[in-house]
């Protein structure tokens, strides 16, 4: 069965500060996709990036980075210099590959709560 | 660009009764998923469908039920509410060869 976890329920840092959120999956597929998702206070869910299981190269959007190591199954977040409006909820999802009808449910990670602080 | 558009975007209704959401996707996608987010939990898969037909089913009460339109929009049935209905329900759509998912912003159900 595939599965998400994520092991930080919340995380409070300083304005400025580095921080990574973990996030360790289980999946028997070998074709599979991986997410992150912000959802602010407002409820929305603000897709970041999508990653597939061929593609572990580590990748960087402004303030955002993934690392990606299938070999411990762990597709971390890091958001350097971190500001206010980080403060959000992220989940961690992972989904199989869709074959034609089948397939592509996101299963979630329980979310990290992440309080930035001025 | 469009987006997933959802409706409404809060509903109270009382316990007993009987809420319709309504999901329409991004033009020329052909998936639909149905999500349910209580409160401090994580989003849980309800339902999804490809084409109009039901593809893949979650942990979906026997009191809801949904279905997807000859115009691809979804309407997902909830009859005989809960108080533990009480939550966030989200629609994503998504293209066979496609990017990934696109959610919408979400109906705010609280039941009373």
């Known amino acids: 069965a595939q599965k998400v976890t994520q092991a930080q329920t919340e995380i409070s840092v300083v304005e400025k500060e580095d921080v990574t959120l973990d996030c360790v999956y289980e999946t028997r597929d070998t074709t599979y996709y991986l997410f992150w998702y912000k959802q602010p206070p407002s409820g929305e869910l603000v897709f970041l990036i999508r990653r597939n299981s061929f593609d572990e190269q580590n990748e960087i959007s402004g303030r955002y980075s993934w690392n990606f190591q299938k070999s411990t199954s762990s597709f971390n977040f890091t958001i350097t210099a971190s500001q206010v409006v980080d403060s959000a909820v992220y989940f961690c999802a992972l989904s199989e590959a869709r074959i034609y009808n089948q397939g592509g449910k996101l299963i979630f990670g329980q979310g990290t709560e992440l309080s930035v602080k001025p | 660009a469009a987006g997933v558009i959802q409706s409404p975007r809060h509903l109270i209704k009382e316990k007993r009764e009987t809420a319709t959401l309504k999901c329409y996707p991004i033009?020329?996608?052909?998936?639909v998923y149905w999500y349910q987010q209580g409160p401090g939990q994580d989003p849980q898969f309800l339902i999804s469908?490809?084409?109009?037909?039901?593809?893949d089913k979650g942990s979906i009460p026997d009191r809801f039920s949904a279905q997807q339109f000859s115009d691809y929009h979804s309407e997902l049935n909830m009859s005989s509410l809960e108080l533990g209905d009480s939550a966030l329900y989200f629609c994503?759509?998504?293209?066979?060869?496609?990017?990934?998912?696109?959610f919408g912003s979400g109906t705010r159900l609280t039941v009373v």
């Open positions: 469908f490809y084409e109009k037909m039901q593809s």
């Open positions: 994503a759509s998504s293209s066979s060869g496609g990017y990934g998912y696109t």
């Open positions: 033009p020329r996608h052909d998936t």
